[in-house]
């Protein structure tokens, strides 16, 4: 069954004979103009570049913004007696002088992995597990990082910050005798500027919509499809009643966060038929399955609803970010719509949908920075993102990247009014204020094939809700 968050739906209605009086008018499926932002297509793939180009892109880039708050906020402040002045640059910081620098936050951590040790695993016997976490009480370090050089920076304000590496600050303090930075405030760009959501667009009554979706890990398997069949026949209005049916039809657009692929089974084995592999590679044993079962979801999809699929973690696509559009060779029948009905994105993906901005990835970017911090609190990192102005900070430290030259694309130079992560454990959302009158709705996708549920957003609102599929009652 399809179940609405907030709302309890008459099942008995779907159990009696149509009311012969009633006149049933079709419905239509309300439409979005949508604008997909080619910002993260990557056309070409040069790997001769250093990484170091980014953050110092990264640096120049978010520094007027950093430099403009820390002098709104510290210019003319004296602290006992003696007034605090701007350094331009780290190594120009003297002793017991208090002032306020700017740079790259740069984390020391011994847990954290590096190229050397992906050099060593190929003499190990096996490689160790991934960590949780990168975190170690009392051993990790907080650099600040310019041009110039590199300090460490201490204080007990930092705690509170929560800081990753690649996030560009400005912050105020002194040096103390053993070299290191003491802050006693700190400041970080805060939300970029934002477009003015335009007004409500309303048909018939009915507003626009869009459903957001992650982690479908389609596997070949006979008796994966009972949810997504449901799903399917919701979004089409199929199934439910009249409320449901009116409501599927105001969603204008399902965007699918990530994973939409599984790990296929492999196909066994027939006795005596057995081949030698070639390569390592042995193609008779290759399960097609995942991918024809995502290609047959869209196909029923699309002559009704327009779709847009970004690549994921499990996806066949690059692993450095930004992932380029999955390989049209993936949906032989599916392809065969348009642009605008069927959109392959990148990952991290924006668009605009009737003046109403998205921004979003498929989930690796809020992964890696909740290993650098301590807590749970995914929500508070993802917010944290848009108010770092960066949607990749620790790209390319320990997130595979692309090493840009003349641009960092992971820098959020316009405030969305829609940021989503695909591939969470579990549905959260809040709407973040900026100072300057920003909103910004910030949602987690919980993966579908743990949990069986949809986000759908109000275009005209902001507002959320989720809708739960489901043959049996969830055990939570």
């Known amino acids: 069954m399809a179940s609405s968050s907030g709302s309890e739906h008459v099942i008995n209605s779907l159990l009696r004979a149509p009311d012969l009086e009633r006149i049933y008018s079709p419905l239509e499926r309300v439409q979005t103009d949508h604008v997909a932002d080619p910002r993260f297509i990557v056309k070409e793939r040069s790997y001769q570049q250093q990484f170091s180009d980014m953050y110092f892109l990264r640096l120049a880039k978010l520094k007027p913004a950093v430099e403009e708050a820390a002098m709104e906020a510290w210019d003319d402040t004296e602290i006992s007696g003696e007034k605090v002045l701007h350094?331009?640059?780290?190594?120009?910081?003297?002793?017991?002088?208090?002032?306020?620098?700017?740079?790259?936050?740069?984390?020391?951590?011994?847990?954290?992995?590096?190229?050397?040790?992906?050099?060593?695993?190929?003499?190990?016997?096996?490689?160790?597990?991934?960590?949780?976490?990168?975190t170690e009480p009392?051993?990790?370090?907080?650099?600040?990082?310019?041009?110039?050089?590199?300090?460490?920076?201490?204080?007990?304000?930092?705690?509170?910050?929560?800081l990753v590496t690649g996030c560009v600050i400005?912050?105020?303090?002194?040096?103390?005798?053993?070299?290191?930075?003491?802050?006693?405030?700190?400041?970080?760009?805060?939300?970029?500027?934002?477009?003015?959501?335009?007004?409500s667009v309303k048909k018939e009554g009915r507003g626009?919509?869009?459903?957001l979706c992650s982690g479908l890990r389609f596997r070949g398997n006979v008796n994966e499809g009972y949810e997504t069949e449901l799903l399917v026949e919701w979004l089409l209005g199929e199934i439910g009643d009249q409320e449901e049916q009116e409501g599927a039809a105001?969603?204008?657009?399902?965007?699918?966060?990530g994973n939409s692929l599984g790990v296929p089974l492999a196909i066994p084995i027939v006795a005596g038929e057995e081949k030698t592999k070639k390569y390592g590679y042995d193609a008779s044993t290759y399960n097609a399955s995942p991918a024809l079962a995502l290609d047959n979801f869209l196909s029923q999809l699309l002559p009704s609803l327009p779709v847009t699929i970004m690549p994921g973690e499990a996806d066949p696509a690059n692993v450095s970010l930004p992932q380029q559009p999955l390989h049209p060779a993936?949906?032989?029948?599916?392809?065969?719509?348009?642009?605008?009905?069927?959109?392959?994105?990148?990952?991290?993906?924006?668009?605009?949908?009737?003046?109403?901005?998205?921004?979003?990835?498929?989930?690796?970017?809020?992964?890696?920075?909740?290993?650098?911090?301590?807590?749970?609190?995914?929500?508070?990192?993802?917010?944290?993102?848009?108010?770092?102005?960066?949607?990749?900070?620790?790209?390319p430290d320990t997130l595979w990247s692309y090493p840009f030259h003349d641009k960092d694309q992971f820098v959020i130079e316009e405030c969305p009014h829609v940021f989503f992560v695909g591939n969470q454990p579990e549905?959260?959302?809040?709407?973040?204020?900026?100072?300057?009158?920003?909103?910004?709705?910030?949602?987690?996708?919980p993966k579908f094939s743990e949990t069986g549920q949809i986000v759908i957003v109000d275009l005209d609102t902001l507002d959320v809700e989720t809708v739960m599929f489901s043959l049996r009652e969830r055990k939570e």
């Not at 009392?138 to 929560?162: A, K, V």
């Not at 802050?183 to 970029?192: A, N, Q, R, S």
């Not at 949908?353 to 609190?377: A, I």
């Open 170 to 199: 400005a912050v105020m303090g002194s040096e103390t005798h053993d070299g290191d930075f003491e802050v006693v405030d700190l400041i970080i760009p805060d939300l970029p500027p934002q477009k003015k959501l335009l007004g």
């Open 427 to 445: 549905y959260k959302t809040s709407l973040l204020e900026g100072g300057d009158g920003q909103q910004v709705r910030v949602i987690l996708i």
């Open 250 to 257: 105001s969603i204008a657009h399902l965007i699918l966060a």
């Open 330 to 395: 993936i949906f032989p029948t599916a392809k065969q719509y348009g642009p605008g009905t069927f959109d392959r994105g990148t990952n991290p993906w924006t668009a605009e949908m009737d003046g109403v901005t998205f921004l979003g990835t498929s989930g690796q970017t809020l992964d890696d920075v909740y290993k650098y911090v301590e807590g749970d609190d995914r929500l508070g990192m993802a917010e944290r993102l848009l108010r770092w102005r960066l949607v990749a900070p620790t790209a």
């Open 87 to 134: 350094v331009d640059r780290v190594l120009d910081v003297r002793q017991g002088e208090m002032c306020w620098i700017l740079g790259t936050v740069y984390m020391d951590m011994p847990l954290k992995p590096n190229i050397l040790d992906d050099i060593t695993k190929d003499h190990w016997v096996a490689a160790p597990p991934p960590r949780e976490k990168y």
């Open 138 to 162: 009392g051993q990790d370090q907080t650099m600040l990082e310019d041009e110039s050089g590199r300090l460490r920076l201490i204080g007990g304000i930092l705690s509170t910050q929560n």
């Open 208 to 211: 626009r919509k869009v459903a």
